[in-house]
């Protein structure tokens, strides 16, 4: 079936040129893998601020760089609970620690285990059943695996549940989340234990690499093995930052083969044979084509013939119904995964892809590749997606930033206790940094900025309360915090300058952030709610693709955000967001709640209203009417506004102001049209109908 017919080598460098051309080339797989330890590092680091002491891991493809536009694959984010230690010797157990002991013997299934809880007195077992999540099982107590995903269902509220992982509602124009729930382990898993001594042909894996899969230890995943008898108490063991590592240590070409084998597993398999074949299950045989073949192979000018490798060997997997885990062997991954109907058309359709002369790779609609490869024989030319591949990283980077930044500003209290709350983050934040370096250290510059803001906005608005004055350590937070992107939190100073009635730095702080904000190139960024987007910007893609994450502060504007600590640096005619809700309201109340009693608006609709209301207490009429003219412009045509509602609830009260009551009428009809629900229209309808009637 294997062979290396003579057109492989011309066929394989245009094929690689095709696939560095839709964005599998070093350049992005090293900026998608930047970006996914940027957004892991957030995460965790969120969680530290709050006094949680558990980890997010990102795996999968997104963090391998693995992927390309049309493939579409999900987010996998492990979610691991520190407070709960698990050892698999005896004499690494600690007093006053909930510990489990990991039972690997031969009534597990290979590559599964058990739970056995240990009292925290003493290195023993319980001798009676603790509560409902445990059970016996042959003379022993221990732990069943749902508890850990009911402990998930509770912090991940909504989504749906999928075998172990806690899937999340997917937003247009981003992947879905698969959210896994695990439990760490220290120390290497003993049916592991010969890989780390084991080395292929092609000193793949080099010893490096197996030293530091030794150091990562091991994950627990609540789902055991399908038909076990032990199924309900088996927990899968999951090695997934050791393959992080054999990953990250791949070269271009065996990146691409394995995109190419996900290629042809959605376009052949899949439609057809459903979940059969998973990419895990491609990434596993890649993993022993690359151990037993000399790495001299593996090159640009024999893409093909590797494909061709690692299908012939997956076809073998399939003939044979066994798949071993390349790190615990024992973990047939094909097993009981193969119905015998589909058995022969399955093995039929990797035949033809590997003799039917790159024929099947012609007739590969996703991300164009067989279009683009028919293009490059033909030295033909087409364009390359490594922008557009460029701009969504950089866009996700900043939701993963909001999603951040957001729980840590979600406070009910005080003003004072607000304050309080904000100084210790920025203290603890300030600590991880001196403690870390390199990307985690890049997290600590993406994340201090929105803290010394939210500090100076929340400080500004209790002087403001005392004496209608904005302090100078308010003043000094906030310049720390400018820079968080392009608008966003010079807006909130502008804000305080309105409250406080100086006009003139008002004016200057918006004619700086007008200037800054270039409408063909910036991106809004809104994460509060799902709402369909538009393709993004080509200025905005083309930045993107040249920088990284310090791009952020030039190209993208965050929706501004008043808390009600904030409340007195909000001008009067947006704190009605804050009391947006009524009674009816709260029986249909949205997933994600929270920034329903914000004061939420998208940065450029705000910047034109705060125009408009200076520039009318300065009495210029001509800018007046040019920031009026923009606020309705964007309020109509801005393609991707989170929160277009609020835009015409402030572009409504212009209008009043204006004398216009027809018009402010109609923008609060038409935001009440966009958001039946939480929408403070309703207030300015009954507001200005009362007004109307009065005055009548």
Not at 374 to 381: A, T, V
Not at 670 to 682: G, Q, V, W
Request: glycine letters at 4%; a neutral charge; proline letters at 3%.
């Amino acid at each position: 079936m294997f062979q290396a017919p003579d057109y492989i080598e011309s066929v394989s460098v245009k094929l690689s040129e095709v696939l560095s051309d839709i964005g599998v080339d070093e350049r992005i797989v090293l900026k998608r893998r930047r970006g996914a330890l940027l957004a892991e590092s957030m995460a965790t680091r969120s969680l530290q601020l709050q006094d949680c002491n558990d980890t997010t891991y990102y795996f999968g493809s997104q963090s391998e760089g693995t992927t390309t536009l049309d493939l579409h694959s999900d987010t996998d984010r492990l979610y691991c609970f520190n407070d709960f230690n698990v050892i698999q010797d005896r004499s690494d157990w600690k007093p006053g620690v909930q510990i489990c002991l990991m039972i690997q013997d031969d009534t597990v299934s290979p590559g599964y285990c058990l739970l056995q809880p240990l009292r925290k007195d003493t290195p023993h077992p319980y001798h009676t059943v603790p509560n409902k999540n445990f059970s016996e099982r042959k003379g022993k107590i221990l732990i069943k695996n749902k508890v850990i995903s009911e402990m998930a269902d509770i912090i991940e509220n909504g989504g749906t549940r999928h075998g172990p992982a806690h899937t999340l509602q997917k937003q247009t124009g981003m992947n879905y989340v698969d959210i896994v729930p695990a439990y760490h382990c220290k120390s290497w898993p003993l049916q592991a234990r010969q890989w780390l001594d084991w080395q292929g042909i092609g000193q793949w894996p080099s010893a490096d690499m197996r030293r530091y899969c030794d150091s990562t230890g091991c994950f627990l995943v609540g789902v055991g093995s399908r038909g076990s008898e032990h199924e309900e108490f088996e927990w899968r063991i999951s090695t997934s930052l050791a393959e992080r590592c054999l990953m990250f240590n791949l070269n271009i070409t065996q990146i691409q083969c394995y995109v190419l084998m996900k290629m042809i597993l959605k376009t052949l398999i899949k439609p057809l044979f459903e979940d059969t074949i998973s990419s895990f299950m491609c990434k596993t045989v890649m993993f022993h084509c690359i151990a037993n073949t000399h790495s001299n192979i593996w090159r640009e000018n024999n893409i093909l013939g590797c494909l061709s490798l690692c299908l012939f060997v997956l076809h073998n997997c399939i003939l044979n119904e066994n798949c071993p885990n390349f790190i615990i062997p024992g973990n047939n991954l094909m097993r009981g995964n193969i119905p015998q109907t589909y058995k022969p058309y399955i093995l039929q359709k990797l035949c033809d892809v590997v003799t039917g002369r790159c024929i099947a790779l012609l007739g590969i609609e996703c991300d164009d590749l067989g279009l683009r490869l028919q293009c490059k024989m033909n030295n033909l030319s087409s364009f390359k997606a490594s922008d557009i591949v460029s701009g969504y990283i950089l866009k996700s980077l900043a939701y993963s930033i909001d999603f951040s930044i957001r729980p840590c500003l979600i406070c009910n209290s005080s003003n004072e206790e607000a304050v309080q709350t904000l100084r210790k983050y920025i203290s603890k934040l300030v600590d991880i940094s001196d403690q870390c370096e390199g990307v985690d250290k890049a997290v600590y510059h993406l994340l201090a900025p929105w803290f010394y803001t939210s500090l100076g906005t929340a400080l500004a608005s209790y002087s403001i309360h005392l004496d209608n004055a904005v302090s100078a350590e308010a003043l000094t937070w906030i310049s720390l915090g400018l820079n968080t992107d392009v608008s966003s939190s010079k807006l909130k100073l502008a804000s305080i300058y309105y409250c406080t009635g100086d006009t003139r730095k008002m004016e200057t702080t918006l004619r700086n952030i007008e200037r800054s904000y270039d409408v063909n190139t910036v991106e809004p960024i809104c994460s509060c709610h799902f709402y369909i987007k538009q393709a993004l910007r080509e200025g905005f893609l083309a930045i993107s693709n040249d920088h990284n994450e310090e791009a952020i502060q030039h190209i993208l504007a965050f929706c501004v955000i008043f808390m009600p600590y904030e409340i007195k640096c909000v001008p009067h005619e947006l704190q009605y967001e804050m009391f947006r809700s009524s009674k009816d309201d709260l029986a249909f109340r949205p997933l994600h709640d929270y920034w329903i009693k914000w004061a939420v608006v998208d940065s450029l609709p705000y910047l034109y209203f705060l125009q408009y209301k200076t520039y009318k207490s300065l009495g210029r009429q001509d800018e007046k009417k040019r920031a009026l003219s923009n606020l309705l412009k964007t309020t109509d045509r801005e393609p991707n506004l989170g929160h277009r509602e609020t835009a015409l609830n402030l572009l409504g009260q212009c209008m009043e102001q204006e004398n216009r009551a027809t018009d402010a009428l109609r923008c609060y009809l038409i935001s009440l049209n966009l958001r039946e629900r939480y929408n403070a229209a309703k207030i300015h309808i009954c507001r200005l109908l009362s007004s109307l009637l009065s005055n009548k």
